[in-house]
């Protein structure tokens, strides 16, 4: 029989938890209550070729028709493919399964071997010499190669920067290292293409942050609107559209777009037409890592 060849680097996968990565994703790219029937030892098996360039950036997208494919076929019904937001993976569970191959140790690391020292009379010598002066009996490293690093204007070891720090899903959702709280998300959010002002309201009608503009007098809608989402949805249920995603009141001086997640609501003021659908895909994300944010503090 023809021997099996090892996996290559271009061949590698990198396998997850499926149940951790479903929990992870936002409710409108999976069925309902799609987690909590997948099993614990359920895997999602995915090219690592993809997700390695994306490590340093702290957040690692996929595409959605790829994602469907790494999931064990019995379970592909719970993945809404349908959707064209790209699939965030939770940086913490991939980074707990990368292969071992890619934790290759650096030249600089690698322990090199010690050939047997043979006695001669100048070892003797060398090794009375180094207890008297009390300092080590090896030879001392010349710093010529790093001075022509230095020269070169290249980094030295010490100056290299530190790994980056793991993101939350929400600092990889707003894209910053940042430590984030409600009124730093509302500020971020008025930044995005399309949004002038933004506000976060729970379900029942309480805010938690915002900055919407007063003379709106738009405080009634947003707290009456998540009630009005969740009847929405209750119906949209029974059609083919697919799971809500934003509900967009447009009115003749402005377009307040609404975003909804469990106990917590997004509002967004247009700033001038619509937004983008990759600008409502990070808002669809924000909301819901808020909300489990709030829900977990609860």
Partial sequence: AEAEQPTTAAGATIKLSLKAVFEALPAFQLSDDAAATIPADARLELPFAIVQPQLASGRVMIAPEVFAAGIPEKFREAFKGDCAAAVSLPLQEVLKNLPAASLRMRDDQVEQEVGVQIKTPFSTTAEEDAQRMKVANTPIAKPAEEDEAVAAGEPTPEALPLPDRIRTPLQAALDTDDKLDAKEVVARINRMPGVKASALIFRDGLSLAGNLPEELKADGLC????????????????????????????????????????????????????????????????????????????
């Fill in 223 to 298: 707290a009456i609107v998540p009630a009005l989402m969740q009847r929405i949805e209750s119906h949209t249920a029974d059609t083919k559209l697919g799971a809500l995603r934003g509900f967009t009141v447009q009115c003749t001086q402005g377009a307040l777009t609404f975003f909804a997640h469990e106990n917590l609501c997004l509002a967004t003021l247009h700033a001038n037409g619509e937004i983008a659908p990759e600008v409502r895909e990070r808002l669809a994300r924000v909301v819901h890592e808020m909300s489990r944010a709030y829900s977990e503090t609860v």
